[in-house]
């Protein structure tokens, strides 16, 4: 199993960073898609997933700033990520869409995720 996200770093609010998560080809075929954070001491949350005909959704604190996006060829996700915030600093993490107990839950594999720092 291949859930290896890159592209945190540090930024200032109002930066952009780009995240990308090359997954599993047998992850990656069969399932909805999804990223998801967690800052220390809270529970992971989802805050955009995309279907198998690229259809997306995002969480509200997100919307209208985050896009969602995959390269089948590449079997990579994307998360595209504008005018961040303070308060989106946090570990991300990609993974197949999973309910709510398991991802709150952090259960099952995660792979390392990646740091996004925003400075204010």
């Known amino acids: 199993v291949q859930l290896q996200a890159s592209g945190g770093g540090l930024v200032q609010a109002g930066g952009s960073l780009r995240l990308s998560c090359v997954i599993s080809r047998n992850i990656f075929d069969v399932n909805y898609l999804a990223w998801y954070r967690q800052v220390p001491g809270k529970q992971r949350e989802l805050i955009a997933s995309?279907?198998?005909?690229?259809?997306?959704n995002y969480a509200d604190s997100v919307k209208g700033r985050f896009t969602i996006s995959r390269d089948i060829a590449e079997n990579t996700l994307y998360l595209q990520m504008n005018v961040l915030k303070p308060e989106d600093t946090a570990t991300y993490y990609c993974?197949?869409?999973?309910?709510?107990?398991?991802?709150?839950?952090?259960?099952?594999?995660w792979g390392q995720g990646t740091l996004v720092t925003v400075s204010s």
């Open positions: 995309i279907t198998d005909h690229d259809e997306t």
């Open positions: 993974n197949k869409l999973l309910p709510s107990a398991f991802y709150k839950g952090a259960h099952g594999f």
